[in-house]
């Protein structure tokens, strides 16, 4: 990006400068934007591994003995939502990324990375209200065995007060920590995907007007 940076600002400096750095700027926008919604991709891969790994080796992480069958039935539900939405997502970012590094056309490329910010969005925001409703179905059913254990004790209410309080309070911390991370991560792509597109349209409008 440097590179780029460099003929941006010689060429915007200099009115003789030769088209062909107008065109060698565009083919850089190209291949940043390539590499970006690459590693967007990559990324995702390794989260759906990194999930499938801790479901795998993490214990505790299956069914438990005694567990009421409705709640078997929904993680069951969850869990097959979760991995067909993600892998959809994948097939998308990949999709995108081979689009814009086979195409030609800026116009095309312009497309190309508004469909890409627009499934990077959805993912994230997939991802944390697959979060907030897991917590919500868990903290539900914890609730309800709780009641029934403590239903002849005298501290019920404010067992199931507190737990409330508690798992809000987890909810929210876990979902801050997600956001962080995607912001960390794909906001921080996503950026540097709009600066290129910026300068396309940039470049686009200057090459009518000449």
Not at 88 to 97: G, L, V
Not at 172 to 187: A, G, Q, S, T
């Amino acid at each position: 990006m440097e590179d780029l940076d460099f003929l941006k600002q010689h060429w915007k400096k200099d009115d003789d400068f030769p088209k062909v750095d107008r065109e060698e700027i565009r083919r850089m926008l190209h291949r940043s934007s390539s590499s970006i919604v690459k590693w967007i991709f990559f990324i995702s891969v390794l989260e759906l591994l990194a999930g499938l790994a801790l479901n795998f080796f993490l214990p505790g992480s299956g069914h438990e003995p005694g567990d009421p069958a409705i709640m078997i039935v929904l993680e069951d539900i969850f869990s097959v939502v979760f991995y067909v939405v993600v892998i959809y997502f994948i097939y998308m970012f990949f999709t995108s990324y081979t689009r814009i590094k086979n195409t030609n056309s800026t116009r095309e490329l312009l497309g190309d990375i508004l469909k890409t910010r627009k499934y990077v969005d959805q993912y994230i925001k997939f991802n944390v209200l697959y979060i907030l409703g897991t917590g919500v179905v868990v903290t539900s059913f914890i609730l309800y065995q709780e009641s029934i254990e403590r239903s002849k004790s005298g501290d019920m209410v404010f067992f199931l007060i507190a737990m409330i309080i508690f798992m809000a309070l987890f909810m929210w911390l876990l979902i801050f920590v997600v956001r962080m991370y995607y912001k960390v991560l794909y906001r921080r792509l996503v950026k540097k995907l709009n600066k290129n597109y910026d300068e396309l349209v940039k470049l686009e409008e200057e090459e009518i007007d000449s």
